[in-house]
Every structure is written in C-alpha cells, then in structure tokens.
C-alpha cells in the first residue's frame, strides 16, 4: 500500500524535527562541566571571602570537600556515580568538620592562610 505524498512529507518533517513539531527546550543548555565549574567557582569564591573576613579554619574542609557533593546535586544526574560522588563528598565533608571544629585550626594550613595572598592561591 502507498502512502500519500502529504503524509510522507509530514513523517519526514516529524523526524528532522520540521516546522509542525517545534521543541519547547532550550536549546543552548549548560552541560554538566559548566554547571560543575559554576558550583566550585561559587564555593570557592565563598570560602576565600570566609577565609578573608574571619580567622577560622573550621569552613576549608566542609567547603572544600561540600562543594563536590553540591556540584553532584546541581548536575542532575540519575547515575550511580552522581549518587555516589555526592555520598562519599558528604561523608568527607561532615567527618572534617567535625575534626575541624574539635581541633580548633590546622597547623599545616596556617603559614598559607595567614596572608592575603595565600588565601586566594589555596582557594584558587
């Protein structure tokens, strides 16, 4: 059996993506490297201005090992290792706190964070 001229045009228009069926997605979306770069920008910038206006240590390791887990979730991925990324960064994360705020600051980091310019070559 043929099939009308009319709808063979149509069935091709449908599979090139024709005029008849536009998509109502974006089309210029970030993908999951910008939107991780973005995360881990953001915190850092966050945490060298903690670091700056205040003499703690306690917010490097819940930062800098948070901002994996928060890339992970800002991502969206339904993967395996999406889950399992953000589990273990936030496990990381809560235990070096934790040592952190029992600990008072960390002797390995206090010669770097003492300046300016340390603090904004250990946050880059």
Not at 31 to 58: C, E, Q, R, W, Y
Not at 86 to 101: H, T, V
Request: net charge positive; aromatic share 8%; glycine share 12%.
């Amino acid at each position: 059996m043929l099939l009308p001229a009319r709808r063979l045009l149509v069935s091709a228009q449908a599979i090139r993506g024709g005029a008849r069926y536009k998509s109502t997605t974006p089309t210029m979306v970030a993908g999951p490297l910008a939107t991780s770069a973005k995360v881990f920008g953001g915190l850092n910038a966050a945490g060298l201005a903690i670091s700056l206006a205040a003499d703690t240590h306690v917010h490097l390791d819940l930062i800098g090992t948070g901002a994996f887990a928060a890339a992970a979730a800002a991502t969206r991925g339904r993967t395996a290792s999406t889950y399992m990324v953000g589990a273990w960064s936030a496990r990381l994360a809560g235990f070096l706190f934790y040592r952190a705020l029992t600990g008072g600051k960390d002797l390995r980091l206090e010669d770097t964070l003492s300046t300016a310019a340390g603090c904004a070559a250990f946050w880059t």
